[in-house]
């Protein structure tokens, strides 16, 4: 015998645990802080500066550095918000992964690919952990 379920069943099964959720939220406002003021703010308000200081054997274009900017403030913004969780940490991990790309080959340091792959594994969980929330999303916009 089958059974139909709605996909409002999947939802509410797809959410973390009380613990889960509390560590997933101590996670996201750190990190959304972190990419807010340490990670992304330095690069909208003296980009100059850190395109002149980047390491001689890696030029970065000051529009792409403040590009990446944007994308962080955005990204880390958005992990503190309930409704974009999700979706923002699907494009931190996307950036981080490019970071890491670029410390390894372009700028040959591979050693400094780790902190960039390690926030990536972190960026995923969460956006596993929160995929609620893009069907929530999804939703509201076709609405």
Known sequence: ???ATSSADFAVTDRPGKIVNRVLWTLQIFLGLFFVIASGGPKLVMP????????????MPLGLLIFIGLAEVAGGIGLMV?????????GLAVLTVLAAGTQAFIADKPAMAIFPLALAAIFVWIAYQRR????????????
């Open 82 to 90: 309930p409704r974009l969780s999700a979706l923002a940490a699907a």
């Open 1 to 3: 015998m089958t059974t």
């Open 48 to 59: 100059a500066s850190l395109a002149e200081n980047t390491s001689e054997n890696l030029s």
């Open 132 to 143: 609620a929330t893009l069907t929530e999303l999804r939703n509201t916009l076709s609405r």
